[in-house]
């Protein structure tokens, strides 16, 4: 399992009733676990030392006793995720936001389009796969680029935030239909979520330094035989 240790956690004391008995509760330290495999895996036991007072000697009011408490430890079954796993999975597990933006619709073939991904979630950070672009003949994808990275905890969360930037160079002048999909699994529902962001429409004309005799025939419409669309990631 991947461990990130929780600072941020309620650690106030509390009353509880256990088999009639009345104790004051109070929580000690708190570890978010991700699981790196499937099966059954076992969490190792929580160790605390205590210093117990008891009655002392004549003229000491108290003298102290250590001692080592441990709890049980607890085995979880890790399952594996449900299949077939959509082509556009994203690798993430937990509850995601996503936003995407592009810096324009209008460019020639000089220029560069970004597309800029937001991603936020609760899921294991390492876990996170950047998506790659398909894209209609005539437009090529570099790469993407990690513009901002940053892990936190909330009250009840351990919180992960990425900011990728894709740049986009057109090749040949037309009107492009860009429809990106991306994939996360949901344990809530025990369902793969979808994220459709709104369709972008791209104008492309010549550029300066745009040879005619270089263009390529445009598919500015490539149909993907997996989700129907005519362009995804």
Known sequence: CFAADRKRFDARLRNQTLKGKKYVVKTLAETALFPQET???TIDPAKIRIDIQQPGAPGNFFNTTSRILESPPVTVEVKALPVPTPRVFTGCTGRYLWELKADKKNLTTDDALTLTLSVRGNGDPHRFIPPALTLPSGLEALDPKIVSEEQYET???????????????????????LQPILSWFQPDSNQYGIYRPDTLHLQVTAGANYSAAAETPLAGAETDQNTGLRAAW
């Open 39 to 41: 099966g059954l895996l």
């Open 155 to 177: 009250e009840s969360e351990w919180i992960h935030e990425q900011v990728l930037e894709y740049a986009i160079l057109p090749k040949v002048p037309g009107d492009y239909v």
